[in-house]
Protein backbone atom coordinates (compact mmCIF):
# COMPACT_ATOMS: atom_id res chain seq x y z
CA UNK A 1 0.00 0.00 0.00
CA UNK A 2 1.01 3.79 -0.50
CA UNK A 3 -0.96 6.81 0.28
CA UNK A 4 -2.97 8.52 -2.34
CA UNK A 5 -1.99 11.50 -1.80
CA UNK A 6 0.39 13.10 -4.19
CA UNK A 7 1.75 10.60 -6.10
CA UNK A 8 -0.44 7.54 -6.48
CA UNK A 9 -3.89 10.09 -6.25
CA UNK A 10 -2.19 12.20 -9.39
CA UNK A 11 -1.65 8.94 -11.13
CA UNK A 12 -4.59 7.77 -10.64
CA UNK A 13 -6.44 10.58 -11.44
CA UNK A 14 -3.84 11.26 -14.62
CA UNK A 15 -4.77 7.72 -15.74
CA UNK A 16 -7.66 6.39 -14.17
CA UNK A 17 -6.99 2.43 -16.21
CA UNK A 18 -5.93 1.92 -19.10
CA UNK A 19 -5.18 3.58 -22.21
CA UNK A 20 -5.33 3.14 -25.74
CA UNK A 21 -5.53 5.13 -28.92
CA UNK A 22 -8.46 7.09 -28.50
CA UNK A 23 -8.96 6.02 -24.85
CA UNK A 24 -11.95 7.97 -22.99
CA UNK A 25 -12.16 7.39 -19.07
CA UNK A 26 -14.40 7.93 -15.96
CA UNK A 27 -12.33 8.97 -12.49
CA UNK A 28 -12.96 10.50 -9.50
CA UNK A 29 -12.69 11.25 -5.90
CA UNK A 30 -15.73 10.93 -2.77
CA UNK A 31 -14.92 12.45 0.28
CA UNK A 32 -16.63 12.48 3.58
CA UNK A 33 -15.82 14.09 6.69
CA UNK A 34 -17.95 14.99 10.21
CA UNK A 35 -16.36 18.34 11.38
CA UNK A 36 -16.46 19.59 14.46
CA UNK A 37 -15.31 23.37 15.06
CA UNK A 38 -15.27 25.89 17.78
CA UNK A 39 -16.63 29.36 17.92
CA UNK A 40 -18.48 28.67 14.53
CA UNK A 41 -20.59 31.90 14.71
CA UNK A 42 -20.91 35.25 16.09
CA UNK A 43 -21.97 33.54 19.89
CA UNK A 44 -18.80 31.25 19.65
CA UNK A 45 -21.59 28.58 19.48
CA UNK A 46 -19.67 24.83 18.57
CA UNK A 47 -20.85 23.14 15.37
CA UNK A 48 -20.99 19.50 14.32
CA UNK A 49 -21.62 18.85 10.72
CA UNK A 50 -20.50 16.25 8.00
CA UNK A 51 -18.60 18.22 5.45
CA UNK A 52 -17.00 18.08 2.08
CA UNK A 53 -12.92 16.29 2.32
CA UNK A 54 -10.61 17.56 4.85
CA UNK A 55 -8.10 17.76 1.54
CA UNK A 56 -9.61 16.39 -1.16
CA UNK A 57 -12.36 17.90 -2.56
CA UNK A 58 -14.80 15.35 -4.14
CA UNK A 59 -15.44 15.28 -7.91
CA UNK A 60 -15.97 13.11 -11.11
CA UNK A 61 -14.47 13.71 -14.42
CA UNK A 62 -13.62 12.49 -17.73
CA UNK A 63 -10.98 12.59 -19.24
CA UNK A 64 -9.33 10.81 -22.58
CA UNK A 65 -6.59 10.84 -25.29
CA UNK A 66 -5.94 10.22 -29.31
CA UNK A 67 -3.06 9.22 -30.55
CA UNK A 68 -1.98 11.61 -33.83
CA UNK A 69 1.23 9.87 -34.52
CA UNK A 70 4.82 11.19 -34.65
CA UNK A 71 4.46 11.90 -30.86
CA UNK A 72 2.01 14.04 -30.92
CA UNK A 73 -1.81 13.29 -29.13
CA UNK A 74 -5.06 15.07 -28.48
CA UNK A 75 -5.80 15.42 -24.79
CA UNK A 76 -9.19 16.82 -23.12
CA UNK A 77 -10.33 16.73 -19.52
CA UNK A 78 -13.89 17.87 -17.85
CA UNK A 79 -14.20 17.84 -14.11
CA UNK A 80 -16.97 18.31 -11.78
CA UNK A 81 -16.58 19.37 -7.62
CA UNK A 82 -19.50 18.51 -5.73
CA UNK A 83 -20.81 18.25 -2.21
CA UNK A 84 -21.23 14.65 -1.10
CA UNK A 85 -23.47 15.56 2.13
CA UNK A 86 -25.92 17.39 -0.34
CA UNK A 87 -24.95 16.44 -3.72
CA UNK A 88 -24.71 19.96 -5.03
CA UNK A 89 -22.17 21.24 -7.28
CA UNK A 90 -19.53 23.54 -6.07
CA UNK A 91 -17.95 26.19 -8.63
CA UNK A 92 -21.09 28.45 -8.42
CA UNK A 93 -23.25 25.20 -9.90
CA UNK A 94 -20.90 25.13 -12.96
CA UNK A 95 -21.36 21.77 -14.39
CA UNK A 96 -17.06 21.63 -15.00
CA UNK A 97 -16.42 23.98 -12.80
CA UNK A 98 -13.08 22.24 -11.82
CA UNK A 99 -11.38 21.51 -15.41
CA UNK A 100 -12.86 22.08 -19.34
CA UNK A 101 -10.56 21.98 -21.31
CA UNK A 102 -9.02 20.36 -25.07
CA UNK A 103 -5.50 20.08 -26.03
CA UNK A 104 -2.07 18.97 -27.85
CA UNK A 105 0.42 17.05 -26.46
CA UNK A 106 3.99 16.40 -27.49
CA UNK A 107 7.75 16.33 -26.91
CA UNK A 108 7.69 19.73 -26.53
CA UNK A 109 4.94 20.22 -23.70
CA UNK A 110 1.31 20.61 -23.92
CA UNK A 111 -1.00 23.52 -24.63
CA UNK A 112 -4.64 23.72 -23.59
CA UNK A 113 -7.35 25.73 -23.98
CA UNK A 114 -9.96 25.87 -21.77
CA UNK A 115 -11.25 26.28 -18.30
CA UNK A 116 -7.75 25.55 -16.00
CA UNK A 117 -5.67 26.29 -12.46
CA UNK A 118 -3.84 29.43 -12.33
CA UNK A 119 0.19 29.17 -12.23
CA UNK A 120 0.38 29.90 -8.81
CA UNK A 121 -2.29 27.19 -7.87
CA UNK A 122 0.06 24.77 -9.89
CA UNK A 123 3.36 25.31 -8.29
CA UNK A 124 2.05 25.23 -4.55
CA UNK A 125 -0.11 21.82 -5.82
CA UNK A 126 3.14 20.45 -5.93
CA UNK A 127 5.06 22.27 -2.82
CA UNK A 128 2.65 22.35 0.03
CA UNK A 129 2.84 19.68 2.70
CA UNK A 130 -1.04 19.25 2.00
CA UNK A 131 -1.01 19.63 -1.83
CA UNK A 132 -3.30 22.64 -1.50
CA UNK A 133 -6.17 21.41 0.92
CA UNK A 134 -10.00 21.79 1.14
CA UNK A 135 -11.35 23.67 4.27
CA UNK A 136 -11.21 27.31 4.03
CA UNK A 137 -9.42 26.95 7.56
CA UNK A 138 -6.44 24.31 6.15
CA UNK A 139 -6.85 26.31 2.59
CA UNK A 140 -6.80 29.98 2.95
CA UNK A 141 -3.29 30.80 1.81
CA UNK A 142 -4.04 30.00 -1.13
CA UNK A 143 -7.04 32.11 -1.93
CA UNK A 144 -4.27 34.45 -3.46
CA UNK A 145 -3.81 32.19 -6.00
CA UNK A 146 -7.45 32.03 -7.64
CA UNK A 147 -7.74 28.53 -8.05
CA UNK A 148 -9.06 28.66 -11.45
CA UNK A 149 -9.30 30.88 -14.50
CA UNK A 150 -11.47 31.17 -17.43
CA UNK A 151 -10.75 31.40 -21.49
CA UNK A 152 -7.23 30.48 -20.73
CA UNK A 153 -4.46 29.34 -23.17
CA UNK A 154 -1.28 27.64 -21.27
CA UNK A 155 1.18 25.55 -22.05
CA UNK A 156 3.13 23.58 -19.88
CA UNK A 157 6.52 21.76 -20.56
CA UNK A 158 8.85 19.28 -18.88
CA UNK A 159 13.23 19.24 -19.81
CA UNK A 160 14.84 17.21 -18.03
CA UNK A 161 14.53 18.14 -14.26
CA UNK A 162 13.09 22.05 -15.38
CA UNK A 163 9.27 21.71 -15.40
CA UNK A 164 7.69 25.15 -16.72
CA UNK A 165 4.52 26.72 -17.43
CA UNK A 166 2.71 29.59 -18.83
CA UNK A 167 -1.31 30.67 -18.91
CA UNK A 168 -3.01 33.51 -20.66
CA UNK A 169 -6.82 34.11 -19.65
CA UNK A 170 -8.45 36.21 -22.01
CA UNK A 171 -10.64 38.49 -20.59
CA UNK A 172 -13.19 38.82 -23.09
CA UNK A 173 -13.88 42.47 -22.89
CA UNK A 174 -14.18 43.98 -26.82
CA UNK A 175 -12.03 47.12 -26.81
CA UNK A 176 -9.78 45.97 -24.07
CA UNK A 177 -7.36 43.51 -23.65
CA UNK A 178 -6.89 43.79 -19.90
CA UNK A 179 -10.04 44.19 -18.33
CA UNK A 180 -10.80 40.35 -16.79
CA UNK A 181 -7.62 39.16 -18.30
CA UNK A 182 -4.83 37.27 -15.98
CA UNK A 183 -1.59 35.99 -16.88
CA UNK A 184 1.18 34.34 -15.16
CA UNK A 185 4.16 31.91 -15.36
CA UNK A 186 6.30 29.40 -13.25
CA UNK A 187 8.94 27.49 -13.17
CA UNK A 188 10.40 24.46 -10.87
CA UNK A 189 13.46 22.44 -11.28
CA UNK A 190 14.30 18.77 -9.19
CA UNK A 191 17.83 17.82 -8.99
CA UNK A 192 17.54 14.53 -6.64
CA UNK A 193 16.00 14.89 -3.48
CA UNK A 194 15.62 18.39 -4.14
CA UNK A 195 13.11 20.79 -5.93
CA UNK A 196 12.83 24.54 -6.09
CA UNK A 197 10.06 26.17 -7.94
CA UNK A 198 8.78 29.87 -7.99
CA UNK A 199 6.06 31.53 -9.81
CA UNK A 200 3.96 35.13 -10.32
CA UNK A 201 0.80 36.29 -12.11
CA UNK A 202 -1.50 39.07 -11.93
CA UNK A 203 -5.61 38.83 -12.49
CA UNK A 204 -7.74 42.23 -13.57
CA UNK A 205 -11.02 42.65 -12.52
CA UNK A 206 -13.70 44.63 -15.13
CA UNK A 207 -11.77 48.09 -14.06
CA UNK A 208 -8.35 46.10 -14.97
CA UNK A 209 -7.86 47.21 -11.62
CA UNK A 210 -5.07 44.26 -10.36
CA UNK A 211 -4.71 41.65 -7.86
CA UNK A 212 -0.73 40.26 -8.03
CA UNK A 213 0.59 37.38 -6.42
CA UNK A 214 4.46 35.81 -6.44
CA UNK A 215 6.04 33.00 -4.61
CA UNK A 216 8.69 30.63 -4.28
CA UNK A 217 9.05 27.21 -2.42
CA UNK A 218 11.50 24.22 -1.97
CA UNK A 219 11.10 20.57 -1.49
CA UNK A 220 13.40 18.13 -0.07
CA UNK A 221 12.77 14.10 0.32
CA UNK A 222 15.19 12.23 2.50
CA UNK A 223 13.92 8.91 3.58
CA UNK A 224 10.50 8.46 4.39
CA UNK A 225 9.98 12.05 4.66
CA UNK A 226 9.54 14.98 2.83
CA UNK A 227 9.86 18.50 3.84
CA UNK A 228 8.59 21.80 2.22
CA UNK A 229 9.29 25.38 3.25
CA UNK A 230 7.57 28.49 0.79
CA UNK A 231 6.76 31.97 0.46
CA UNK A 232 3.43 33.41 -0.65
CA UNK A 233 2.96 37.91 -2.05
CA UNK A 234 0.32 39.30 -2.47
CA UNK A 235 -0.87 43.10 -4.04
CA UNK A 236 -4.54 43.02 -4.30
CA UNK A 237 -6.22 46.26 -5.67
CA UNK A 238 -9.72 44.60 -6.51
CA UNK A 239 -11.13 43.65 -2.92
CA UNK A 240 -11.36 39.57 -3.91
CA UNK A 241 -9.10 38.75 -1.71
CA UNK A 242 -11.14 40.51 1.40
CA UNK A 243 -14.43 39.72 -0.16
CA UNK A 244 -13.69 35.56 -0.37
CA UNK A 245 -11.56 35.80 3.56
CA UNK A 246 -14.16 37.71 5.63
CA UNK A 247 -16.80 35.78 7.22
CA UNK A 248 -20.21 36.01 6.12
CA UNK A 249 -21.41 37.01 9.63
CA UNK A 250 -19.21 39.36 10.19
CA UNK A 251 -19.77 43.12 9.08
CA UNK A 252 -17.28 44.86 8.12
CA UNK A 253 -16.20 48.30 7.36
CA UNK A 254 -14.42 48.80 3.88
CA UNK A 255 -11.62 51.58 2.76
CA UNK A 256 -10.80 52.62 -0.51
CA UNK A 257 -9.55 49.77 -2.45
CA UNK A 258 -7.22 50.89 -5.24
CA UNK A 259 -5.79 53.34 -2.65
CA UNK A 260 -4.61 51.36 -0.43
CA UNK A 261 -4.30 47.68 -2.06
CA UNK A 262 -4.23 44.67 0.66
CA UNK A 263 -0.78 43.13 1.00
CA UNK A 264 0.12 39.99 2.04
CA UNK A 265 3.36 37.82 3.33
CA UNK A 266 2.25 34.46 4.12
CA UNK A 267 5.49 32.06 4.89
CA UNK A 268 5.00 28.52 5.64
CA UNK A 269 7.06 24.82 6.52
CA UNK A 270 5.79 21.32 7.04
CA UNK A 271 6.40 17.85 6.41
CA UNK A 272 5.08 14.54 5.24
CA UNK A 273 6.19 11.55 6.81
CA UNK A 274 5.24 7.95 6.17
CA UNK A 275 5.74 6.13 9.39
CA UNK A 276 4.15 2.78 7.89
CA UNK A 277 3.36 1.89 4.42
CA UNK A 278 -0.03 2.63 5.07
CA UNK A 279 -0.06 4.99 7.48
CA UNK A 280 1.26 8.63 6.69
CA UNK A 281 1.39 11.69 8.95
CA UNK A 282 1.29 15.41 7.35
CA UNK A 283 1.96 18.90 9.71
CA UNK A 284 1.84 22.28 8.53
CA UNK A 285 2.40 25.75 9.92
CA UNK A 286 1.41 28.93 7.84
CA UNK A 287 1.79 32.42 8.98
CA UNK A 288 0.33 35.49 7.45
CA UNK A 289 1.26 39.28 8.02
CA UNK A 290 -1.80 41.24 6.15
CA UNK A 291 -1.48 45.19 5.68
CA UNK A 292 -4.68 47.15 4.57
CA UNK A 293 -7.14 44.71 5.24
CA UNK A 294 -10.20 46.09 3.90
CA UNK A 295 -8.73 48.72 1.90
CA UNK A 296 -8.40 50.41 5.27
CA UNK A 297 -5.00 52.18 5.33
CA UNK A 298 -2.32 50.90 8.56
CA UNK A 299 -5.33 48.11 8.62
CA UNK A 300 -2.76 45.04 9.63
CA UNK A 301 -3.20 41.82 11.42
CA UNK A 302 -1.75 38.53 11.57
CA UNK A 303 -3.22 34.70 10.78
CA UNK A 304 -1.68 32.31 12.43
CA UNK A 305 -2.73 28.27 11.38
CA UNK A 306 -1.41 24.88 12.43
CA UNK A 307 -2.86 21.59 10.76
CA UNK A 308 -1.96 17.86 11.42
CA UNK A 309 -3.34 15.00 9.26
CA UNK A 310 -2.82 11.63 9.72
CA UNK A 311 -4.18 8.81 6.28
CA UNK A 312 -4.45 5.21 6.67
CA UNK A 313 -4.85 3.07 3.59
CA UNK A 314 -7.08 0.89 4.09
CA UNK A 315 -6.69 -0.24 0.14
CA UNK A 316 -5.44 1.08 -2.80
CA UNK A 317 -8.53 3.44 -3.53
CA UNK A 318 -9.76 3.93 0.14
CA UNK A 319 -8.58 5.75 3.35
CA UNK A 320 -9.88 7.19 6.44
CA UNK A 321 -8.03 10.16 7.91
CA UNK A 322 -8.18 12.17 10.97
CA UNK A 323 -6.76 16.15 10.87
CA UNK A 324 -6.87 18.89 13.68
CA UNK A 325 -6.53 22.46 12.44
CA UNK A 326 -6.11 25.63 14.44
CA UNK A 327 -6.45 29.34 13.54
CA UNK A 328 -5.50 32.35 15.75
CA UNK A 329 -6.79 35.88 13.89
CA UNK A 330 -5.68 39.23 14.95
CA UNK A 331 -5.95 43.39 14.49
CA UNK A 332 -7.35 43.35 10.83
CA UNK A 333 -7.35 39.95 10.23
CA UNK A 334 -10.20 39.21 12.24
CA UNK A 335 -13.08 39.58 10.26
CA UNK A 336 -11.93 36.65 8.73
CA UNK A 337 -13.35 34.41 11.82
CA UNK A 338 -16.99 34.74 12.86
CA UNK A 339 -16.60 34.69 16.38
CA UNK A 340 -13.42 34.97 19.07
CA UNK A 341 -10.00 35.68 17.69
CA UNK A 342 -9.42 31.57 17.23
CA UNK A 343 -11.27 28.46 16.25
CA UNK A 344 -10.27 24.86 16.26
CA UNK A 345 -11.08 21.94 13.51
CA UNK A 346 -11.58 18.54 14.06
CA UNK A 347 -12.38 16.40 11.73
CA UNK A 348 -12.71 12.64 10.72
CA UNK A 349 -13.28 11.30 6.72
CA UNK A 350 -13.38 9.04 4.63
CA UNK A 351 -11.33 8.73 1.01
CA UNK A 352 -12.61 6.86 -2.26
CA UNK A 353 -10.92 7.03 -5.93
CA UNK A 354 -12.57 5.41 -8.33
Do not use: C
Request: charged share 15%.
Amino acid sequence: MRKFRPALLAGMLAAGGASAQGSATLYGIVDQSLRFTTHANAANDHDVALANGAVTNSRFGLRGEETLGSGLKAIFRLENGFDPQTGHTNQNGRLFGRYAYVGLSGRLGTLRLGRQSTEGFNLFGDFDPLTIANYTANYWPYFITAGRIDNAASYDGTFGGLNVGASYGFGEQPGSVGRNAYWGARAAYTAGAVSVGGVYQETRDAASNAQRMWGAAARYAAGAGRYFLGYLGGRDATGSLDAALNDAARAVAHGTITANPRRDDTVYAGLAYQIAPALTLTAVFYYDRIRNANGIAGNGGRRYTGVALAEYALSRRTQLYGTVDHNIVSGGAATELPGRGNQTGVALGIRHVF
